[in-house]
């Protein structure tokens, strides 16, 4: 099992609430990523992260934001919560080094559903 | 750009017997090939990757994977399936000469493994 944790695990919110999803790591990796799973299964980069004060937006347009002050810590957030943000949340972290090897280890996942 | 398609949504196998689930990758440089499993309400576990060397590369619970560069596959399989190993399995590839470690998933194959 990889060090790396979420929270909430679960989330059920009303429209228009300011939400912070947590992601933290033990294992000193530089690179922290955040993805979205649809109903469909499939995954979709929103954000990532090379370093502290390093943010990168994804594959996919998200209107969630994120920050990376500390190496272990890279929350989401989303300012105003609507049903279509309805949806898996997977943070992820992998080792720098400049090595495109590095296998990336995932959190268990927050479900978040708004209403 | 690269892309990975797994052309089954769904493999259903008998205990006991082989299972494969199916992956075909597309990158311009050279492919980073890794599998992941994902249990019911989990995060995604790290299976087996390929980096270079051996063709044939062996992961965790039993778990091997073929790469094929000239059918650009990259198969995962098991000799003999487990009720256990019921979970849904994603393919994802990096492209070896671009910078950075983005991965690119498939859309998953949901594996289901009968008694």
């Known amino acids: 099992e990889a060090d790396i944790y979420q929270t909430p695990r679960y989330l059920v919110i009303g429209t228009g609430k300011k939400i912070t999803l947590e992601c933290s790591q033990t294992m000193g990796h530089d690179k922290m990523y955040w993805y979205q799973q649809d109903p469909g299964m499939e995954l979709h980069l929103i954000h990532y992260?090379?370093?502290?004060?390093?943010?990168e937006k994804g594959d996919l347009s998200s209107e969630s934001t994120v920050s990376r002050i500390r190496t272990e810590h890279f929350p989401l957030t989303l300012e105003s919560a609507r049903p279509s943000h309805t949806s898996q949340y997977l943070c992820?972290?992998?080792?720098?080094?400049?090595?495109?090897?590095?296998?990336?280890?995932f959190g268990p996942g927050t479900r978040l559903t708004v209403l | 750009a690269q892309s990975v398609a797994q052309p089954e949504d769904q493999v259903n196998v008998a205990e006991g017997n082989p299972l494969t689930v199916k992956c075909t990758y597309s990158?311009?440089?050279?492919?980073?090939l890794f599998w992941y499993v994902q249990y019911p309400n989990r995060g995604l576990q790290f299976l087996l990757k390929y980096i270079t060397g051996d063709n044939l590369v062996k992961g965790s619970y039993g778990f091997e994977a073929e790469f094929n560069k000239s059918q650009t596959s990259f198969h995962l399989k098991k000799p003999s399936a487990l009720v256990s190993d019921s979970a849904l399995y994603f393919c994802a590839v990096r492209d070896g000469g671009a910078a950075g470690n983005k991965l690119t998933f498939g859309g998953g194959t949901r594996v289901l493994v009968k008694p």
């Open positions: 992260s090379y370093g502290v004060n390093s943010t």
């Open positions: 990158v311009s440089g050279n492919p980073y």
């Open positions: 992820a972290s992998s080792r720098d080094g400049g090595l495109s090897t590095d296998t990336q280890y």
